[in-house]
């Protein structure tokens, strides 16, 4: 975990697992870099929420793979689900629902699935593309961080990779690009300070 400046009211924080996915960012706010999956970037959250200040939101930039053919560009999240809790199955052991699915502020965006797995292989992408269109590591924890929180929280993603075979060569060849779109993305639509 890596914080990347001061954290203030009124302004949000950006949140990334890593930094080559950060490293055009010159918006001026502060940025947190969790690493990569659910563990770290709930706990990462979790620890500068407790913190304080709070920010006046989140905003998680980062890559998602691409489960279903035509997937392309840059997406704001409507929803995200674990595809690794297996809730179903806990829920019948205890009547309690561990993980549902999280709704997020752009609702009208696409579902992304997280998990702790980088999806590298035909069988697992299939079965994932039943549930959602892109994959992750870190967006399900980071909603869930921040709705206990009580901080909105909005993720956008670009495509990186197909997430199937050889997804992890395709993510280190473009992740400098995909950076390149995010730090454009957040210079369009987030608050610039100096």
């Not at 975990?1 to 949140?15: D, H, N, Q, S």
């Given at each position: ?189 987030l608050p610039v300070h100096p």
């Amino acid at each position: 975990m890596e914080l990347i400046g001061e954290i203030t009211a009124g302004r949000p924080l950006l949140v990334l697992a890593v930094k080559e996915e950060a490293q055009f960012l010159d918006t001026g706010l502060p940025v947190l870099l969790t690493g990569m999956g659910k563990v770290n970037a709930a706990t990462a959250l979790a620890t500068v929420l407790a913190r304080g200040p709070r920010p006046s939101g989140i905003v998680n930039l980062g890559t998602a793979g691409a489960l279903r053919p035509g997937w392309t560009g840059t997406h704001v999240i409507g929803s995200v689900l674990q595809h690794d809790l297996d809730d179903a199955v806990l829920a019948s052991l205890t009547g309690e629902t561990y993980g549902p699915p999280i709704e997020l502020p752009d609702r009208d965006g696409p579902a992304l699935a997280t998990g702790d797995s980088f999806v590298s292989d035909e069988t697992a992408r299939a079965r994932l593309a039943e549930l959602a269109p892109l994959v992750d590591m870190e967006g399900y924890a980071l909603a869930s961080a921040a709705q206990q929180a009580c901080v909105p929280l909005r993720i956008v993603k670009h495509v990186s990779d197909e997430a199937g075979d050889g997804a992890a060569l395709t993510w280190r060849e473009s992740v400098a690009g995909c950076a390149r779109v995010l730090a454009d993305w957040a210079a369009r639509n987030l608050p610039v300070h100096p």
